[in-house]
């Protein structure tokens, strides 16, 4: 009867080696396959002369609600103007989806479906509250009912006739944000929406935006209102003098102090 041969030394390291690399190229190939919604890389804006974006980079994923945090002035609102295409970044790449945005109009930008509300919120004065928000959905390739934001927003149904001027602070970031949900959008940008509103307008938007990322809808928040901003969000970056300085989850930043008093003064 003949013996079985055992395998040598370096056949089973050949064949571990073999493993090794196979298993590297699968999570490789994992890896690859999980992009993120929203990728950011290398962003470089500038106002003029002046350097105000220095290589910024950040991911959002679906479904995520995620804070940009700073101190007036360290480059939030310039991080989601670069992102929209109302500031033209110098360079950098904005992938959403897996498109690229950077350099693209902001009409171009809306269609492939992101959505900036401003700080100032630009809603139509002389037009009523349901006028601007059929005319926000108009070319919209996928658009809400208007049914949703009454739903969403029960004060606008009461004010569907009033004019835009017609309406209170809270009222008309209630539209804001109701006209950008119009449009369907993959992922909304929120600059300070609740700057200068009252406690209980502040809370009644933050009922709101839980509600819209408790149905998945992904957000980018910048918000000077610390507390609201870690009760929202899952990840938080936080921006000083352009640059990323600290990127990690909400509940991580709330256990650093340090982090807090160094770039937010709190």
């Avoid at 492939?112 to 809603?123: C, N, S």
């Avoid at 449009?183 to 509600?211: H, N, Y």
Wanted: proline share 3%; hydrophobic share 40%.
């Amino acid at each position: 009867m003949r013996r079985s041969r055992r395998p040598t030394w370096a056949a089973c390291t050949r064949r571990w080696q073999h493993e090794l690399a196979r298993s590297r190229r699968t999570r490789r190939t994992s890896e690859d396959a999980a992009v993120s919604l929203l990728e950011v890389s290398g962003l470089n804006s500038y106002y003029g002369d002046s350097h105000i974006l220095f290589d910024i980079g950040l991911r959002v994923e679906k479904n995520e609600v995620v804070a940009l945090l700073g101190r007036n002035g360290a480059g939030k609102s310039t991080t989601l103007k670069s992102l929209m295409g109302v500031v033209t970044p110098r360079s950098g790449s904005v992938l959403l989806d897996g498109v690229q945005l950077a350099g693209r109009k902001s009409h171009a930008i809306a269609r492939a479906g992101m959505q900036l509300v401003h700080e100032e919120r630009r809603i139509f004065g002389s037009l009523s509250v349901e006028e601007n928000l059929v005319i926000a959905g108009l070319t919209a390739p996928e658009r809400w009912p208007l049914a949703r934001v009454w739903e969403m927003f029960p004060r606008l149904k009461e004010r569907r006739n009033s004019r835009g001027t017609d309406l209170s602070g809270g009222e008309q970031q209630m539209l804001a944000i109701g006209r950008a949900l119009m449009r369907s959008p993959k992922i909304v940008l929120l600059d300070e929406p609740f700057e200068g509103l009252a406690p209980v307008i502040v809370q009644d938007l933050m009922k709101a935006c839980r509600t819209l990322a408790d149905a998945g809808q992904t957000i980018v928040l910048v918000e000077q209102n610390l507390a609201a901003t870690l009760q929202l969000a899952q990840r938080v970056y936080i921006i000083n003098n352009g640059h990323l300085a600290h990127e990690g989850t909400a509940g991580e930043l709330r256990a650093n102090p340090d982090v807090l008093h160094r770039y937010l003064g709190v």
